[in-house]
């Protein structure tokens, strides 16, 4: 027998062998509402009691749900006296403990824990994770533009602002284009396909104290996502979501006087994100849409020169933070905080470029890189979520080619594909143009 509401009146219930409980909020601490009320008593020998709360409601310690005004007897499955049985909501998990007050039945919130106060009496059941997961897909799709901004971009705007100047020409305009497909470890994983896309205008202005480049760029990306999570409850929880960014910033180079062999460079980003997340593998069909504000700041520090005649080389680390602001959301009843997430990564590579074709010239990268945060944090009903990370190292490996038709042509047309091992394993491809005028 299934009781969904509260004050319920029948005149005799008999002969049942499971009775499950659906409890509203409106019969927790109220000494005068029942959630059956019956005129002959009803006889629990032999019978097994559960219970769920309807999605939403947070409980303390000791709250009180009156469950049936007259009993007779006590369950088998789950005996009076202490011991506790769980319920709970779709995304909290509750233990109560069942008692005879007079020959009502009563269920209490944690009852062993009582003498603490009013105290939250649950926990977030582990399948909550798999929502967050979501937010850390849309935080390493921004990763990945950071990583497209602050890289090739950065790059072609210099080459593209370096070519103007030394044709007494004023600023020059690049695009960079990034797409591929990347696996995150998470605790669990996440998977996500991406296109990335930069573009803007730079320009050099040169001094006694050494070149300085200064850009602005419009940015965009997109990203259709996986997630998928197991527990150990042998539940398995996949999830399919999309996101989208789009934004701006400025970026600056400064090259050093002397030889130009050592440069700094920064560049800072803001925008918005949009996130939405949806799965079928939990009790209800649930989904979300979220919506955020990013920025973040990059610097770096490098060393450029030659190895005989026609091989460049850049020995560089740089410091990447990217923040994404938390938003709040009503999930199928239940209130979810997602809290802010800060992305915290350095990298140190090496790139070396054969300088001697005319037309075409190819490059080879090597790069590593550590997250030291990239955490996702989120509550349910106030309760604390298991949070996954994007925590952890991951290698680098370039490959590309630059075409240039002539020395005196005024663009240029890049090609490059960067695989990844570690946290990250997948594949990336970009293309950039550059051009001066």
Not at 87 to 115: M, P, Q
Not at 374 to 397: C, F, H, M, Q, W
Request: proline fraction near 2%.
């Amino acid at each position: 027998m299934e009781i969904w509401a509260s004050d319920v009146k029948i005149r005799s219930v008999q002969n049942f062998e499971n009775y499950y409980f659906f409890v509203p909020d409106d019969v927790v601490n109220q000494a005068d509402k029942y959630m059956l009320r019956v005129g002959t008593p009803v006889y629990l020998s032999g019978t097994n009691v559960g219970m769920a709360v309807q999605n939403g409601v947070v409980l303390n310690i000791g709250d009180t749900i009156n469950l049936i005004d007259k009993t007779e007897g006590t369950p088998d499955k789950v005996m009076l006296g202490g011991k506790e049985f769980k319920g709970g909501t779709l995304f909290t998990d509750y233990d109560f403990v069942l008692e005879l007050s007079g020959n009502s039945l009563v269920a209490i919130a944690d009852r062993k824990a009582l003498g603490g106060g009013r105290l939250p009496a649950g926990k977030a059941k582990p399948e909550t994770k798999s929502l967050v997961e979501g937010q850390v897909a849309s935080v390493a799709l921004l990763s990945e533009g950071n990583e497209l901004a602050t890289g090739q971009a950065l790059t072609d705007a210099k080459t593209a602002a370096s070519a103007a100047a030394a044709e007494g020409k004023n600023w020059a305009v690049f695009a960079t284009l990034g797409g591929g497909k990347s696996r995150y470890d998470t605790g669990s994983h996440v998977i996500v396909k991406s296109i990335d896309f930069v573009t803007g205008l730079a320009k050099e202005f040169s001094g006694s104290k050494g070149d300085l480049l200064l850009g602005v760029f419009f940015e965009t990306g997109h990203g259709n996502y996986s997630t998928h999570n197991s527990f150990d409850n042998n539940v398995l929880v996949d999830g399919d979501g999309k996101a989208h960014y789009y934004g701006g910033g400025l970026m600056l180079h400064l090259e050093a006087p002397e030889e130009k062999v050592l440069y700094f460079q920064a560049i800072g980003r803001i925008g918005g994100m949009n996130n939405n997340w949806g799965t079928d593998d939990l009790k209800e069909k649930v989904s979300y849409d979220t919506r955020h504000l990013y920025f973040g700041a990059t610097a770096g520090v490098g060393h450029q020169g030659n190895i005989g005649k026609y091989i460049g080389y850049d020995i560089y680390g740089k410091f990447m933070w990217n923040h994404q602001n938390g938003d709040d959301v009503d999930v199928n009843g239940e209130k979810i905080q997602f809290h802010d997430i800060d992305s915290v990564k350095t990298r140190i590579g090496l790139r070396v470029d054969y300088e001697g074709g005319k037309v075409v010239r190819p490059f080879l990268g090597l790069a590593w890189d550590r997250e030291f945060n990239g955490e996702a944090n989120a509550k349910v009903n106030g309760y604390r979520i298991d949070a996954p990370t994007l925590n952890g190292s991951t290698g680098l490996l370039e490959l590309g080619i630059s075409c240039r038709p002539g020395s005196k042509s005024n663009w240029q047309l890049d090609f490059a594909a960067t695989g990844y091992i570690g946290v990250r394993r997948g594949l990336r491809g970009s293309a950039h143009f550059v051009c001066n005028f």
